[in-house]
């Protein structure tokens, strides 16, 4: 597979992470009943943390033994759900950028 420096669905699609972090955000006062993330940020940061662990396992298992469209999806829960993690802790994708800036240099 050769990767392009800024592949088609990043360059080209009208939705990014930071996008989804903002709707993330936006859903923290929410009501439980009419949102998953808002029942996310309801349960608490110990169960967002345990969601993003399972994730984390069900995307090595979908590299290791399952289809490149399961790690796809997969790989997409894992990113939401990290998401929601920082969120819930205050962390901004700008902080996680500038880090991974620092470790580049």
Known sequence: VELSPTPYALRDMPFSLQQLYEIICSRR?????????????????????QKVGEEATEVIVAALAQSRERLIEE?????YHTLVLLAAKGVTLD???RELAKRHQ
Request: glycine residues 4%; without cysteine.
């Open 95 to 97: 902080e996680i950028i």
């Open 29 to 49: 006062e929410a009501s439980p009943e009419s949102s998953y993330t808002a029942s996310l940020f309801a349960e608490g940061e110990a169960k967002i943390s």
């Open 75 to 79: 790989t997409s829960d894992l990113f």
